[in-house]
C-alpha cells in the first residue's frame, strides 16, 4: 500500500505490476488497509508513520517490522510559522548543534546538561542560549535519526563534498490544487511578471552597508 502520488507510488509503478500494490489517499487509510488485511506491506517515510501513534505501536509491539532495503529517499525538512522569527532562529540554530555535535563527535551527556527554567529562559535572547544543550540533554543527530548511519543519503554530515540535490514531486500530473486559489499563488505571479526580484532581511539594528 502506499499513498497516491506520491515517490512511493512512482516507485511501485516502476517496480512491480499494478496488481501488486493499493493506493490510499492518507497515511491513516493506508492504516486501516494493513490493519484489515488488505494489504501487508506500507511504503512510506519512517517519520510519517512514527507519527501515526496506532500504527507506530504495533511497530514497537513487533506486530510489524521496518523493511532494512531503502527503496525510496526523502530530505528531511523542520518548518516553523513565519509570523515568529525568532522561534524559527532557535529550531535552526538547534538543528545546526545537533549537525554540529555528530561531526565534532559529542554525544548526550546528562553531566554537561544544563537545564533552563521558565525564569531562566525569560532572560535570554536567542543569542544568548547555549544551543549545544540539544546536545548535551538529548543527543546528536545521528542518535536521534534511527537506522544505520550510511543508509542517509543526502541527510548525511557534510564533510566538503559537493551535496545538491534534486527533490522528488511524486506524481506532478495529478493537480488536486484549487485553480483558483492557484491562479494567485506567489509561483504564477513570479511566472506572470517574468522576473524574480531578491532581497535580504535586514535587521533594524543593522549598522552597516548592505550593498557591499
Known sequence: CAEGSTTHHDFLKRAFPSVYFTIGSSLEELKEMLFN???????????????????????????YVWGEK?????????????????????VNWVVQALLLGEERGLSKDMARCQNYTGATLTL?????????????????????????????????????????????????????????????NTLTKIRRKGSLACGVVVPDDFEGDITT
Do not use: W
Not at 37 to 63: G, H
Not at 73 to 86: G, M, S, V
Not at 141 to 163: C, H, K, L, P, V
Open 37 to 63: 488485511n488488505t494489504c501487508n506491506v506500507v511504503a512510506s517515510e519512517k517519520t510519517f508513520v512514527r507519527s501515526n501513534a496506532p500504527l507506530y505501536d504495533a511497530i514497537r509491539e513487533e506486530k
Open 70 to 90: 531503502l527503496m525510496s529517499k526523502e530530505p528531511y525538512a523542520i518548518i516553523t510559522h513565519n509570523e515568529d522569527r525568532e522561534f524559527s532562529d532557535i
Open 124 to 184: 535570554h535572547g536567542v543569542s544568548d542560549l547555549k544551543f549545544m544543550n540539544a546536545v548535551h540533554c538529548v543527543g546528536n543527530y545521528a542518535e536521534i535519526i534511527d537506522g544505520d548511519s550510511s543508509n542517509r543519503g543526502m541527510n548525511q554530515i557534510n564533510r566538503g563534498t559537493g551535496m545538491l540535490y534534486s527533490i522528488p514531486f511524486g506524481n506532478i500530473e495529478s493537480d488536486d490544487t484549487d485553480q483558483e486559489s492557484a491562479a494567485d
